[in-house]
């Protein structure tokens, strides 16, 4: 890992734009157009092979614009760091206007937005998340009802819906859960089957899949109204992320319109389910296709299981292998496999000229299969996530929820929502592939599991009883820590004040106005062992531990 200094000194060696090279260009394409049809048709096979040719740093031309794929931790890095003012996400992301609507998030200004994703975080933040895990386990108690003692079931359907679920409940509170249709469940696909590659170009064209879209939004708007409405004519209060908006106000002292709440509602479902449902389904399958891992995680959910211990957020905190797995999952298959800023003045990245104006790309799929970064990065090994690798560590590498400042705000919830699924299906059931293919299928932005593939399940009716854990994670950490002196580090560039710290270590940190706060920089040395949960657990990586000399 770099030093400080280091990086330092790299940004202070960092060439001029005059000085810098042109980024190498990727062969092939059509005079104009470029390499447009492999943008519309097969963006991640397009993308893999700029990094094959070119390395780090590759141009593709894509109708007339310019576009830059840097790979690698060190370029991601750069690009994941650099300003708004420089490389500007909310400019690559218009195509998702139409979705959340006029003036809600990145329709509005950079102020106004900023607000807006402020109003997101305490769905997110530790104090909640600490009850969703009940929750997503009584929903998927409720969605295997119908399911009888043996079937079949197409997996990726069935994560689909058991997330909107989970997520609604969760995040949006049991009364919109409560009232989710099958037109809800409709309007919701549409809206994410517009999510293509031709709406990073021209979200507005009138085509039917972009008409579609926007006669869904319009309804969605209807349904949210009609609850906001029922709600504030009866008077009842309700504890929940759409009774959060409907208090909510801006600085200026402006109320959320019933637009704005249904745009915010939308993006907070997007963060809670969009991850969830398909790479929830891709841990099942992968787990199925090696059994020496399945084997692994069933017995860690007996180890922590066995004796009766309740599915909820301390126990699902155990599930190491279970996690690896998840992420392993991710990093296979990310569902979001391109991330995009617009360069909004003329800039360098890696020591590559980035003109005003160019796309800057970072891709996941092609970020995770560098052999260099991951030891045989095509091979399903989520062994790589604990000592002595800890792969996941390494900065600006693993990007399944982007990086930096911008970082998905909802991948805490994601990981938990996917452990707890897992927890709950395989401690009931047992499965096997029906004799579907298991092979990637291009869904808009998201590579899920081609369908149909469905698996076998048969309904568990006994369990072996099994001692449970008797020493916690953070015991055994209490052993190793000694009492060396140290002190924490906070990069105020990452956090997000989703306050994980906080919840393991109140006497090290407070949350003040969605910002950690470290209450006592080089603290008794007693507490390091809590002071590391909150290392391990921060959603963002935002926090570290340095030695100090003793005495």
């Known amino acids: 890992m770099p030093t400080a200094q280091a990086v330092r000194d790299s940004k202070a060696s960092k060439p001029t734009f005059a000085e810098a090279k ?32 070119c390395g780090d740093v590759a141009a593709i031309k894509v109708l007339g614009r310019n576009l830059v794929l840097v790979t690698g931790p060190a370029g991601q890095e750069e690009v994941f760091r650099a300003k708004d003012s420089v490389l500007s996400p909310k400019a690559a992301y218009k195509l998702m206007n139409p979705i959340f609507g006029k003036g809600v998030v990145y329709d509005c200004e950079d102020d106004r937005m900023n607000e807006q994703l402020s109003m997101l975080l305490p769905a997110l933040q530790n104090k909640r998340m600490r009850a969703y895990s009940e929750v997503i386990s009584s929903e998927v108690t409720r969605s295997t009802e119908p399911w009888g003692q043996r ?19 969760c995040l949006l509170g049991s009364e919109f859960r409560n009232e989710m249709s099958e037109e809800f469940a409709h309007v919701y696909h549409l809206l ?49 992320f759409m009774q959060t908006l409907m208090e909510a106000k801006y600085k200026d002292g402006s109320m ?3 637009h704005e709440i249904s745009g915010m509602l939308v993006a907070a479902m997007f963060a809670g389910h969009h991850t969830s449902s398909v790479t929830a389904a891709w841990a099942i399958l992968e787990l199925l296709q090696n059994k020496t891992w399945m084997k692994s995680v069933l017995d860690e959910l007996e180890s922590v299981y066995g004796a009766g211990q309740p599915i909820d957020f301390e126990s699902i905190r155990k599930l190491e292998k279970t996690e690896w797995v998840v992420k392993e999952a991710l990093r296979l298959h990310p569902p979001l496999f391109i991330l995009i800023r617009v360069a909004l003045v003329d800039t360098t990245v890696l020591g590559y000229r980035i003109p ?24 399903f090994c989520p062994h790589r996530y604990g000592a002595p690798k800890f792969e996941d560590k390494q900065p600006f590498a693993y990007i399944s929820f982007g990086g930096g400042r911008h970082k998905c ?30 092979e990637s299928d291009f869904h808009g932005l998201v590579i899920g599991p081609k369908m149909p593939i ?36 906070v990069d105020d560039d990452l956090c997000q004040g989703h306050g994980v710290c906080e919840g393991e270590a109140a006497e090290l940190f407070e949350l003040v106005n969605d910002r950690v706060r470290v209450l006592d920089g080089t603290p008794d040395p007693t507490l390091r062992a809590k002071a590391e949960a909150a290392c391990e657990h921060c959603p963002q990586h935002a926090l570290s531990l340095e030695d100090l000399p003793e005495g």
């Open 22 to 53: 042109h980024p190498p260009q990727l062969s092939g394409g059509l005079p104009w157009v470029g390499h447009t049809m492999g943008f519309l048709r097969d963006l991640t096979g397009l993308l893999t092979k700029a990094r094959a040719e």
């Open 151 to 169: 079937g079949v079931v197409d997996i990726y359907e069935f994560m689909q819906t058991l997330t909107s679920f989970t997520s609604s409940h």
């Open 256 to 258: 959320l319109s019933e």
């Open 356 to 379: 005003k104006g160019t796309w800057v790309a970072l891709s996941p799929s092609v970020a995770h299969r560098i052999d260099s970064v991951f030891e045989n990065s095509a091979g």
């Open 409 to 438: 705000m909802g991948n805490a919830f994601a990981l938990l929502q996917i452990k707890t699924i897992l927890a709950h299906l395989l401690r009931n059931y047992r499965f096997e592939l029906y004799g579907d293919k298991v």
């Open 454 to 489: 469905r698996v076998r399940y048969s309904k568990i009716d006994s369990k072996t009883e099994a001692k449970a854990e008797t020493e916690s994670k953070a015991s055994s950490k209490d052993d190793k820590a000694g009492l060396r002196p140290f002190r924490i580090v």
């Open 192 to 240: 994410e089957r517009a999510i293509v590659p031709l709406a990073y170009l021209n979200a507005h064209l009138p085509i039917p899949r972009f008409r579609k879209r926007d006669r869904a939004r319009a309804r969605l708007g209807e349904m949210v109204s009609e609850i906001v409405n029922r709600r504030r004519a009866s008077g009842t209060r309700g504890e929940d």
